[in-house]
């Protein structure tokens, strides 16, 4: 059977949740990959059964695993000492992309499919008129240098012939008033990486990296900005 990790699963309203229960659904083994912050919860509302693990096919969902994932963080050397020490972070040995594929890898072996379903814009309530270098940067870092760093790191953990998807939005090729904070410039620059680590990807590692422009889904980051 196939080995997927989905990146940026935290409750059961959001993409990266629905492409669990078809991937799992299909006979993949399910790995996720958490952020720190709502770990916990997660954990244990996975443990008590109450999120919605209900398949199409009248099957139950089943995550085989759960790592904590920092993707704003390549190496756990890129760290801050504060975050490290943190309430929600000093109990994961490891969080940051490399060390996460790494741990992956051990326990798992190589796997066929990369799930990108994260993003983070602080400011995205903003026009971008109103937006701070420090809000556009973050929305970078995490909505999209997140997915070039996760390929790199993967990458080498990866069967040939394996896929890689993310999410993108429309926002991405035109102006959506209330997607600000540099969420839309974001989400473009993931298009556009797309298209070059399809390319050296394929070359290196005979991977697919494919994007899908979402519709709306009332997850927890769409509630976020009113959608
Ligand atoms: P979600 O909140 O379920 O998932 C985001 C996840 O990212 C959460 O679990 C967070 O904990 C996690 N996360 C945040 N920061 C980090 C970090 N530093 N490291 C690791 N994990 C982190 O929301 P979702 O399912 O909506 O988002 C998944 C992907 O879908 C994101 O790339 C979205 O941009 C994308 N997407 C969602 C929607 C939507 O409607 N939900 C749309 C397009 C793309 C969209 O906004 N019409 C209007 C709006 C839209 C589409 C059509």
């Known amino acids: 059977g196939k080995t997927a990790f989905i990146a940026g699963v935290g409750d ?11 991937l799992n659904q299909a006979g993949a083994t399910v790995l ?15 443990e008590r059964g109450k999120l919605d693990t209900a398949l199409d096919d009248g099957g139950t969902l089943e995550i085989a695993d759960v790592f904590p994932l920092d993707a704003v963080y390549d190496t756990m050397k890129d760290v801050p000492r504060e975050v490290r020490e943190s309430k929600r972070y000093a109990q994961h040995a490891v969080f940051a992309l490399e060390e ?4 992956v890898k051990k326990k798992y072996g190589k796997i066929d499919i990369l799930v990108h ?3 983070n814009g602080p400011e995205v309530h903003k026009d971008l008129l109103e937006t701070s270098r420090e809000g556009y940067l973050t929305a970078f870092s995490t909505s999209a240098y997140s997915l ?7 990458g080498p953990v990866m069967n040939e012939g394996g896929s890689v ?12 008033p209330g997607y600000g904070g540099g969420m839309g410039a974001a989400k473009a620059a993931l ?15 005979n991977i697919r990296v494919n994007t ?9 980051a769409a509630r976020a900005i009113g959608f």
């Not at 996460?100 to 741990?103: E, I, L, M, S, Y």
């Open 148 to 154: 070039v760093s996760l390929v790199q790191k993967f």
């Open 32 to 46: 996720v990959g958490t952020w720190p912050p709502v770990y916990d919860m997660f954990k244990k509302i996975l």
């Open 117 to 119: 379903a994260l993003a």
């Open 212 to 220: 899908i422009s979402a519709g709306p889904l009332r997850s927890r």
């Open 100 to 103: 996460t594929a790494k741990a």
């Open 12 to 22: 059961d309203k959001g993409f990266g949740w629905a492409i669990a229960k078809r």
């Open 191 to 205: 298009q556009s990486d797309t298209r070059t680590l399809a390319f050296e990807a394929g070359r290196k590692w």
């Open 165 to 176: 998807v993310s999410l993108t939005y429309l926002a991405a090729d035109g102006t959506v």
